[in-house]
């Protein structure tokens, strides 16, 4: 493991799936998100892979624009656990997305391709 590759990789993948929430590139979540992903989203809720790619196909869910405030990378084997913090414009059907949002996400080599095994996201004040 090249922690410095690694982390660049890391790094890239997060900003590849920052545009694809943007917008809305399904393929790019596919190939991004693990097949038994779990994630728990701002209401408590705990989604899978197909219940969050079902929301960007259906388009209930639009990101006008998504920045990054900040970013931690820790390494735990072949896991990267990153914790962003986001400011972001959009809409979830009539829920407004406005504001800052922290998530933790784990992502997971498999075959040295890294995917989002699990995921937590909170709305900050």
């Not at 038994?36 to 196909?57: C, E, H, S, V």
């Amino acid at each position: 493991m090249n922690i410095q590759s690694d982390k660049n990789k890391i790094i890239l993948s997060e900003e590849k799936l920052l545009d694809a929430v943007q917008n809305n590139d399904i393929q790019s979540l596919d190939d991004l998100l693990h097949p038994d992903l779990l994630f728990i989203i701002p209401n408590g809720q705990i989604i899978t892979k197909a219940m969050d790619l079902d929301i960007y196909r259906s388009r209930d869910m639009k990101i006008n624009d998504i920045k990054l405030i900040d970013q931690e990378i820790n390494f735990v084997g072949d896991n990267a656990i990153v914790v962003v913090t986001t400011e972001m414009k959009g809409q979830y059907l009539d829920n407004t997305l406005d504001g800052k949002y922290r998530f933790i996400r784990v992502w997971k080599s498999f075959n040295a391709k890294w995917k989002i095994i699990a995921g937590s996201s909170t709305q900050l004040q």
